[in-house]
């Protein structure tokens, strides 16, 4: 295999590290600031001037839309292997992936839209989003059922002439409390008495459409994080248009698969990026305090730490760039075992290392004076987001025994995964 980050990509990480430590690394405490502010005036689901500032810089440098291949609307759009060491260096500050529309949902929403929405829902929807002037949002999990078995969805989607009417009480959709949140994917069941994974169907909502309630933001350990927002929703007789139906009925669990797989390596990314900021403040701040007569960087249970923490952070990221390339080179299908690899392994590595990293500051690790407290509570929500940890150890078994399986009366041949 050839590890080489090839010229291309060279040259935009290059040009990221230069925009991240010209615009974003100096403008995390303005962004917090404004936050604040707006919190304080009694709405905090404003967007940020900051990032509107610094969306035309990032599209005039060339960083923007990395995260779409192949699609005509997006030129700009890289390889899985090729976006991959951005994406990292992008997930190293929270609010950095929004400045390039790289974003969740949007990067997902986007994507389903351009492989499985008409023309015209492009037109409407994706040109917009591609462009940076709304935000989505992805309605897929209910409060009333155990969501990691999609099955279990309740929400109704039903036809009646030219629309459907959509009812049901969604939650944690991320995204929902942004006022330029414009539009919303949203999975549920068109037809009960199918299949059991051909029940679903994903379809487009308006978010200003009647009959849709926002009922109340959900914090994540604490966090808000607003402007974007995890929010509950109620939809009430809601009608849209047919021609709002993705792909068909029932083929909300093939549109599910084609979405999360790049999702899901997207978060991986951002993940190994802040461990690896992580790794970075705890070092600086082990050699910078003393405790006990010598500086803590010399204690061996900090150097056992730290040491562990660059194996794990390589042996991610080695895992990781294995799936983008295999995504690329023979599909998702093919590469669902790369997928949930990484993420049982990125998530979990990435709040260790972070935990470490807290325990290296002391009081100060779970202040918001450092960004550790923050980054923990997002990937520890990580472990559940785009499916909980356990659905995919379950997957990856099933895939693991079925290569072992008994084949009259003889062990199958074990199949060799690419890489």
């Given at each position: 295999?050839?590890?080489?980050?090839?010229?291309?990509?060279?040259?935009m990480?290059?040009?990221?590290?230069?925009f991240?430590?010209?615009?974003?690394?100096?403008?995390?405490?303005?962004?917090?600031?404004?936050?604040?502010?707006n919190r304080?005036?009694?709405?905090?689901?404003?967007?940020?001037?900051?990032?509107e500032?610094?969306?035309?810089?990032?599209?005039?440098?060339?960083?923007?839309?990395?995260?779409?291949?192949?699609?005509?609307?997006?030129p700009?759009?890289?390889?899985n292997?090729?976006y991959?060491?951005?994406?990292?260096?992008?997930?190293?500050?929270?609010?950095?992936?929004e400045?390039?529309?790289?974003?969740?949902?949007d990067?997902?929403n986007?994507?389903?839209?351009?492989?499985?929405?008409?023309?015209?829902?492009k037109?409407?929807?994706?040109?917009p989003?591609?462009?940076?002037?709304?935000?989505s949002?992805?309605?897929m999990t209910?409060?009333?059922?155990?969501?990691?078995d999609a099955?279990n969805i309740?929400c109704s989607?039903?036809r009646?002439?030219?629309?459907?009417?959509?009812?049901g009480?969604?939650?944690?959709?991320s995204?929902?409390g942004d006022?330029?949140?414009?539009?919303?994917i949203v999975?549920?069941?068109t037809?009960?008495?199918?299949?059991?994974?051909?029940?679903?169907?994903?379809?487009l909502?308006p978010?200003?459409?009647?009959?849709?309630?926002?009922?109340?933001?959900l914090?994540?350990?604490?966090?808000d994080?607003?402007p974007?927002?995890h929010?509950?929703?109620?939809l009430?007789?809601?009608?849209?248009?047919?021609?709002n139906?993705?792909?068909?009925?029932?083929?909300?669990f093939?549109?599910?698969?084609g979405r999360?797989?790049?999702?899901?390596?997207?978060?991986?990314?951002?993940?190994i990026?802040?461990a690896?900021?992580?790794?970075?403040?705890?070092?600086?701040?082990?050699?910078?305090?003393?405790?006990?007569g010598?500086?803590i960087?010399?204690?061996?249970?900090?150097q056992?730490?730290?040491?562990?923490a660059?194996c794990?952070i390589e042996?991610?990221?080695?895992?990781?760039?294995?799936a983008?390339?295999?995504m690329?080179?023979?599909?998702n299908?093919v590469?669902?075992?790369?997928?949930?690899?990484i993420?049982?392994?990125?998530?979990?590595?990435?709040?260790?290392?972070?935990?470490?990293?807290?325990?290296?500051?002391?009081?100060?690790?779970?202040s918001?004076?450092?960004?550790?407290?923050?980054?923990?509570?997002?990937?520890?929500?990580?472990?559940?987001?785009d499916?909980?940890?356990?659905?995919?150890?379950?997957?990856l078994?099933?895939?693991?025994?079925a290569?072992?399986?008994l084949v009259?009366g003889?062990?199958?041949?074990?199949?060799?995964?690419?890489?």
């Amino acid at each position: 295999m050839d590890f080489e980050y090839t010229p291309k990509v060279k040259a935009m990480q290059a040009r990221l590290l230069k925009f991240m430590d010209e615009h974003i690394y100096p403008n995390e405490a303005r962004f917090i600031r404004e936050i604040a502010e707006n919190r304080a005036k009694g709405n905090a689901w404003i967007p940020t001037t900051i990032i509107e500032e610094l969306k035309p810089k990032a599209r005039a440098a060339g960083l923007w839309n990395l995260f779409l291949p192949h699609s005509p609307r997006a030129p700009e759009g890289l390889s899985n292997l090729e976006y991959a060491p951005l994406c990292e260096i992008m997930g190293r500050v929270p609010f950095a992936p929004e400045v390039f529309n790289c974003s969740a949902p949007d990067t997902g929403n986007m994507e389903t839209i351009e492989r499985y929405g008409s023309e015209a829902n492009k037109d409407h929807w994706l040109e917009p989003l591609l462009k940076g002037e709304i935000r989505s949002a992805f309605l897929m999990t209910e409060p009333e059922v155990a969501s990691s078995d999609a099955t279990n969805i309740q929400c109704s989607i039903r036809r009646e002439g030219d629309e459907y009417l959509i009812n049901g009480r969604k939650w944690w959709s991320s995204g929902a409390g942004d006022p330029r949140c414009a539009i919303y994917i949203v999975m549920g069941k068109t037809n009960p008495d199918a299949g059991r994974h051909e029940q679903q169907s994903m379809i487009l909502v308006p978010a200003n459409a009647p009959g849709i309630k926002v009922l109340r933001p959900l914090s994540v350990f604490g966090y808000d994080d607003a402007p974007h927002g995890h929010m509950e929703v109620l939809l009430e007789n809601v009608r849209v248009p047919a021609s709002n139906l993705l792909l068909g009925e029932g083929r909300g669990f093939e549109i599910a698969q084609g979405r999360l797989g790049p999702g899901r390596i997207h978060h991986c990314m951002r993940s190994i990026g802040m461990a690896e900021r992580a790794l970075e403040l705890m070092c600086k701040r082990l050699n910078t305090r003393v405790a006990f007569g010598r500086e803590i960087a010399r204690q061996s249970v900090w150097q056992e730490r730290v040491a562990e923490a660059r194996c794990m952070i390589e042996q991610a990221r080695l895992l990781t760039l294995k799936a983008a390339y295999m995504m690329d080179t023979a599909g998702n299908k093919v590469a669902k075992a790369e997928i949930a690899m990484i993420k049982i392994v990125a998530p979990t590595m990435a709040c260790q290392i972070i935990d470490w990293a807290i325990q290296a500051h002391g009081g100060g690790g779970v202040s918001d004076d450092f960004p550790l407290a923050y980054a923990y509570a997002h990937q520890r929500t990580l472990r559940l987001a785009d499916g909980p940890d356990e659905v995919h150890r379950a997957s990856l078994a099933k895939l693991e025994f079925a290569r072992h399986l008994l084949v009259h009366g003889e062990v199958q041949m074990p199949i060799t995964r690419g890489g």
